[in-house]
């Protein structure tokens, strides 16, 4: 059998202490209930201009690829797990978990000590609002705060911000603006 392949993009940055296509996290009981692990037969792929904070784990893949877009960016202590795939353009940040399987569209944020739950998709243009449990797919151009999806996020309006990068205006989230928002 062949490894399982590595391809990283000459521009990629990894900080110290990073682990880049260990086996991910994957056991199963045998008909005596012993945990037997499984097999993680696909890579990781790191795309132009990825940054990786210190201490990130990225897990290869068991059935795809496990795959960071352009220009993402991730904080230090992050776990991307086994067939995530992510976008272009994204911000994970510090203590992010994201489980196996998940996928996450462009010009995403996901906020400080979030998990994803396995499985779940975020689509494009999203925010996920810090010390959250995602456990349903976001729609593009959507929040998730409070453990609720709000809708209606429109990207790009230039937005007066207060310390932490929170915006000062009651209808947006560290700059990401949605237009008759719940919260």
Known sequence: MNPPKLLIDDTVEI????TVGQDGFYY????KGKLIKGE?????????????????????????DTEIGEGTKVDTFAQIS?????????IIATHATILGSVTIGD????????????GITIGNNCVISANEFVKEDVPDNHI??????FRNLKMG????????????KSDCLNGKCGKNTDW
């Open 40 to 64: 993680h037969k696909f890579g990781v792929i790191l795309h132009k201009d990825v940054y990786l904070g210190a201490h990130v784990n990225v897990a290869r893949g068991r059935w795809r």
């Open 107 to 118: 010009n995403c944020d996901v906020w400080s000590n979030c998990v994803i739950h396995q």
């Open 144 to 149: 998730y705060i409070g453990g609720r999806v």
């Open 28 to 31: 199963q009981r045998d008909e």
């Open 157 to 168: 309006k230039k937005v007066e911000k207060k310390r932490g990068g929170v915006s000062t």
């Open 82 to 90: 086994h067939n995530v795939v992510i976008g272009k353009h994204n």
């Open 15 to 18: 900080s110290p202490f990073c």
